[in-house]
């Protein structure tokens, strides 16, 4: 039976009524009301709706962080269709299949990502109607042009069940080709709902968060909830991560929360304009997407206090499986209640089972598969049947990770069941790597691994073998990625072996490709 629940584009009606001239969205100088942010997504909306978009049809969003990719999710709420947005680092070939595999009928992209838009409509028959934010081409909409249409009448969300999608966050798995897991708007709401009460309880219209990562991917959804309280995002005007200019927006705007990686926090942490600026007004800096060194945890806690928020989630799940709070990090090993190396305690609503290969849960200490189940997890993939039936198996959604839990609840990652690894926050699937670097002539046989790196958290290493007669180098190999892979996906380093150990059953065996990456860096690098 269909369940009829609030559309979650209501949050930014509901913000722009209560706190209609309090500041939404700033950027560099400029700031913008609830009630312009509103005023404009109801006017895009209405433009898009006259053009026959509406309830479930898909919206591709390629851009970097700015007002017209955060008003973008809210536009496809509210007329029931699905964001689509991606990491602006992709390739145009990788756009091209995001495009097609979604049936995107509508594309929104910011001027200058020409080669992204041609590159989907040559691979999607369903695109449409393509809006330029910036100068359109010629058969293009422009976004602001649609956005400036203010005097309609507000636009009426509309009615949505509970298991219909409003986002399509894509996440690659071991094939190498993404999958689209499908968020829905009941599914959001406990999302929502649970972070303000695990993440950030308290949270008003007077708070005031830091956007320091890509509005496309956990940081947007950190965004849904300062929306659901009203509080204003402020976007740095550098593109790239400035420290100082974010230490001072910080302090500028009383900044209370933000959402990173460790990667970032690290940089921010480190960066001796901590120490120039006064960020007291920080309450939760919340880190997740990859594993947080100690010493840099600690680093961390020394400069900033007792801020700092970890959760442990998959987009799947979209970060709902653990916390660990600002009262649970602790620099001191030995202190009483100390938690070092967990990821924290199951959310709110969120069960965690810790399964072997037979589905059967395991007691608390003992190693398996981290499985979870909740009304935070997503409802499928995206027309993928194979893949939704490896995920959920036995009544559980299986993360692909392995750890175990103690005996208060507390988990602790132990490692991954694929060799996917997360360098700087993002996730990086070998097969895919693997798969592009084996268009290259001269490469025979390559293996990609993850290796730990003090700065990026993991970085990976690509183990290539080269054809008979075959001459190829390190820098070679990488511009030959250039058009196959966003640069985050690149290797780090690239070694150059006679061939690769394998099975018995001929198999490639990455855990001894990693013992020998292990060792010194000059036998690692050797030929062999």
Request: charge should be negative; aromatic fraction near 8%; glycine fraction near 8%.
């Amino acid at each position: 039976m269909l369940t009829t629940v609030m559309n979650l584009g209501n949050l930014l009606t509901d913000a722009a009524r209560r706190h209609a001239d309090q500041p939404g969205f700033i950027h560099a100088e400029r700031s913008v009301s609830w009630h312009d942010i509103n005023a404009r997504v109801d006017a895009v909306a209405h433009g898009l709706s006259r053009l026959g978009i509406g309830k479930g049809d898909k919206i591709l969003v390629h851009s970097r962080n700015n007002l017209a990719l955060f008003e973008s999710a809210w536009v496809a709420f509210k007329l029931g269709a699905v964001w689509v947005p991606t990491n602006c680092r992709i390739t145009a070939a990788e756009a091209a299949y995001l495009g097609e595999s979604s049936g995107a009928v509508a594309m929104i992209y910011e001027a200058g990502f020409d080669a992204h838009v041609d590159a989907v409509r040559a691979a999607s028959p369903a695109l449409q109607h393509v809006i330029a934010i910036g100068t359109p081409r010629a058969g293009e909409l422009a976004y602001e042009t649609l956005a400036q249409q203010m005097d309609a009448p507000p636009f009426a969300a509309v009615d949505v069940d509970r298991d219909d999608p409003l986002w399509f966050f894509y996440t690659s798995g071991t094939t190498g080709r993404p999958k689209a897991g499908v968020l829905t708007h009941g599914q959001m709401a406990f999302v929502l709902t649970n972070h303000i009460a695990d993440l950030m309880p308290g949270l008003t219209h007077e708070s005031r968060s830091l956007v320091v990562a890509p509005l496309s991917h956990g940081a947007g959804i950190h965004a849904m909830v300062n929306v659901a309280r009203a509080a204003a995002s402020i976007l740095p005007a550098s593109e790239k991560l400035d420290a100082e200019e974010a230490w001072a927006l910080v302090e500028k705007h009383r900044v209370d929360n933000m959402f990173t990686v460790p990667t970032i926090v690290k940089m921010l942490t480190e960066h001796e304009s901590v120490d120039r600026y006064d960020h007291s007004s920080l309450k939760y800096v919340i880190y997740a997407g990859a594993p947080m060194y100690r010493e840099d945890q600690k680093h961390a806690l020394r400069k900033l206090g007792k801020v700092l928020v970890q959760y442990y989630g998959l987009g799947e799940v979209t970060g709902n499986i653990t916390v660990l709070p600002p009262s649970l990090h602790t620099a001191d090993d030995h202190a009483a209640g100390s938690r070092a190396g967990t990821c924290g305690y199951a959310r709110t609503g969120i069960e965690i089972g810790i399964l072997d290969d037979e589905g059967h849960r395991l007691a608390a200490g003992a190693s398996g598969e981290i499985c979870v189940r909740g009304p935070a997890v997503f409802i499928g993939y995206y027309n993928n049947a194979e893949a939704n039936e490896k995920a959920f198996r036995h009544g559980w959604f299986h993360t692909g990770d392995l750890g175990h839990l103690d005996e208060q609840g507390f988990l602790y990652i132990t490692g991954r069941s694929s060799d996917m690894y997360i360098s700087g926050g993002s996730n990086v699937y070998p097969r895919e790597v693997e798969e592009a670097i084996l268009t290259h002539k001269a490469v025979q046989e390559v293996a990609v691994v993850g290796m730990p790196d003090p700065k990026w958290g993991e970085v990976g290493v690509a183990v290539v073998v080269r054809r008979e007669g075959w001459a190829l180098e390190e820098e070679a190999l990488l511009a030959h990625l250039e058009p196959h892979l966003a640069r985050y996906k690149w290797p780090k380093r690239c070694v150059f072996w006679d061939a690769l150990p394998k099975s018995a059953y001929g198999k490639i065996v990455k855990k001894d490709i990693k013992a020998l990456l292990a060792t010194p860096l000059e036998a690692a690098t050797a030929e062999r």
